[in-house]
């Protein structure tokens, strides 16, 4: 079977061709060089470049693979959550190219994209296995007991942990997004330098970052240290303490979920599952008998196969969507 995905839900526009589960083709346009300059992503633009861009882009995924729009036997397209401008291009294309090509369709929600990643992989986990996905829009962990079936056992209460990222980049004058600029500086930074609280918020399994982030502003307040002062060698230990401190987090939460849920097969999805230091801290947890999977580092930020094989699942399960077919801004798994 083969399955066209489509992803504008923020500020990447997205098409990529899988058969079954294997990847012809997944093509990603960035549009971070229109959004950099205002430090995060610019909702009218954003969607503007959609529209400019998407005919291309599914073009170039459908050239890539050496298909044509016939060989298509399924279009899944995300319709939700997201920027409601950019899902709309998205959706809107979808629907007017299975009409008129006389394709199926189906609406896939982008973090079960996030989640589903996973099985792009040659290793996936079976079910059931808990899911933390962390992205620029959310902090959640969920329980996963097969294609579809989703329990929510924590979200964050205010800020995602991209967020946080993004935010304290912002603070420090590295430009948006802030994750891979971030997660390159800690490397040559000292993660003790300074200390950041940790907010565990025990006995639950929501997150909360606003306040680290606010910390990190504090800090930079303490030092006395105006934006242009602020050196290398401090920029590079605040990032690296400030990492410290979420992946601290994130890593006791998954110990607590896994012992709580008596489920030991993790899967990491979502943007910030593509920083190199979480990733090398949770290869560590195999000690305490936690399978880890995590999706390549590009399948980990937004990408249209993971919408691909998402809607490739839903559709064996016999699920279909119609021209009825609408985006949503917000939209829980
Ligand atoms: O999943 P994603 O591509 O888009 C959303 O659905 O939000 O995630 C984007 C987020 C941004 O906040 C970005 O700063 C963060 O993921 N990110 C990273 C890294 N790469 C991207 N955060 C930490 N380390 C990274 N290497
Ligand atoms: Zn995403």
Not at 54 to 82: F, H, M, Q, R, Y
Request: aromatic share 8%; with cysteine.
């Amino acid at each position: 079977m083969i399955v066209l995905g489509i992803d504008t839900s923020c500020d990447d526009t997205s098409a990529a061709i899988l058969e079954n589960r294997k990847i012809l083709s997944n093509i990603v346009s960035s549009q971070i060089k229109f959004h950099s300059k205002y430090g995060g992503v610019v909702p009218e633009i954003a969607s503007r470049k959609h529209i400019e861009w998407i005919e291309d882009v599914v073009e170039k995924a459908l050239k890539s693979s050496n298909l044509t729009l016939e060989d298509i036997d399924l279009v899944a397209v995300c319709k939700g959550p997201g920027l409601i401008g950019s899902l709309l291009v998205g959706v809107c294309f979808a629907k007017a190219l299975s009409f008129s090509a006389k394709k199926q369709i189906i609406g896939v929600n982008h973090l079960e994209g996030h989640i589903q990643a996973i099985f792009l992989e040659e290793k996936f986990p079976s079910f059931p296995f808990i899911s933390l996905v962390i992205s620029g829009g959310h902090t959640c962990l969920y329980r996963v007991d097969g294609f579809g079936e989703y329990k929510e056992i924590g979200r964050t209460r205010d800020d995602a942990v991209g967020e946080a990222y993004d935010k304290v980049a912002k603070l420090l004058g590295l430009g948006y997004p802030g994750g891979p600029v971030i997660d390159m500086l800690a490397k040559e930074g000292n993660p003790e330098k300074y200390n950041l609280p940790r907010p565990y918020l025990h006995g639950s399994f929501d997150f909360s970052f606003s306040g680290l982030k606010t910390a990190v502003k504090v800090l930079i307040k303490n030092l006395g240290l105006k934006e242009g002062e602020i050196t290398e060698e401090i920029k590079r230990d605040i990032a690296a303490s400030f990492q410290a401190s979420v992946i601290d987090v994130l890593i006791e939460k998954i110990k607590g979920v896994v012992k709580a849920e008596k489920i030991n097969k993790v899967v990491i999805a979502g943007g910030v599952a593509a920083n190199s230091e979480l990733r090398r801290r949770l290869m560590g947890l195999k000690k305490a008998n936690i399978e880890i999977y995590l999706p390549s580092k590009h399948l980990c930020t937004d990408n249209a196969a993971m919408i691909a094989v998402s809607g490739y699942h839903r559709y064996l399960n016999g699920e279909t969507s119609d021209m009825f077919l609408n985006a949503k801004a917000y939209m829980p798994l």
